[in-house]
């Protein structure tokens, strides 16, 4: 089956800075892989997501990116704010069926 | 955009006695959906898949006479807690997928629910 590799475990960075977030897969039938943020008590909610046929994707302040080749997807956030403050998880799908990485607590200081 | 809804929200029950999830798509028919568990801290793990019409499958180590599984039309499967003890005292949450473009799935999770088993 698959399996999501997702670094690091914890991030903290100051306003403003950037974020990273890396993962790898192992299955190469996976062909969508969505990013969810979660917030405490509540479900994951989509942030952005990307297929196979594309490489790199951007949505304002977020942007993912993908290597087919290598099976890594990666997570970019730019100009972070204290609400970006959450658990953050990668995903690989295939025929909707999601295995989830392990999760990314980020930490946005003021 | 796509909506699931998951009901109840949360629920606290006495061990041994059973609960009821359950998982609607809104604005989209779901011939499966995803059950998951996530305990704190932890990620979502997969515990089963929902089919319309048919059996649920099982992942490995999930007790299918325990967390019964119905998919009763194409918006709507339950979940059912049996006999429940604390160490099923979880957030569960659903998922729908739709197909989108390209022939990939976008899977549209519930809210989740959280079950206190006392």
């Known amino acids: 089956g698959e399996n999501v590799e997702q670094h690091p475990s914890t991030l903290s960075v100051q306003e403003g800075d950037s974020a990273v977030i890396k993962c790898t897969y192992s299955d190469s039938a996976s062909n969508y892989f969505p990013w969810y943020k979660q917030e405490l008590g509540k479900g994951p909610q989509l942030i952005i997501d990307i297929r196979s046929n594309v490489g790199e994707k951007k949505d304002q302040r977020i942007a993912v990116t993908l290597n087919k080749t290598a099976k890594h997807f990666s997570l970019h956030i730019t100009e972070t704010q204290p609400e970006d403050s959450a658990v953050y998880f990668c995903?690989?799908?295939?025929?909707?069926?999601?295995?989830f990485g392990d999760g990314t607590t980020l930490t946005v200081k003021p | 955009g796509a909506v699931v809804s998951q009901h109840p929200s949360w629920v606290i029950c006495k061990s041994g006695t059973s609960v009821k999830i359950e998982c609607r798509s809104l604005?989209?028919?779901?011939?499966?959906m995803f059950w998951y568990r996530q305990f704190p801290k932890q990620s979502l793990m997969l515990m089963a898949t929902?089919?319309?019409?048919?059996?649920?499958?099982?992942e490995q180590g999930v007790e299918k006479d325990k967390f019964l599984i119905n998919h009763a039309s194409l918006t709507l499967s339950t979940l059912t807690v049996t006999s429940a003890h604390p160490e099923d005292s979880s957030f569960y949450i659903c998922?729908?997928?739709?197909?989108?473009?390209?022939?990939?799935?976008?899977?549209?999770f519930g809210p989740g629910t959280r079950l206190t088993v006392t």
């Open positions: 604005d989209f028919q779901a011939t499966t």
């Open positions: 929902s089919n319309e019409g048919s059996k649920a499958t099982y």
């Open positions: 998922s729908a997928p739709r197909l989108g473009g390209y022939g990939s799935y976008e899977q549209y």
């Open positions: 995903a690989a799908s295939a025929g909707g069926k999601s295995t």
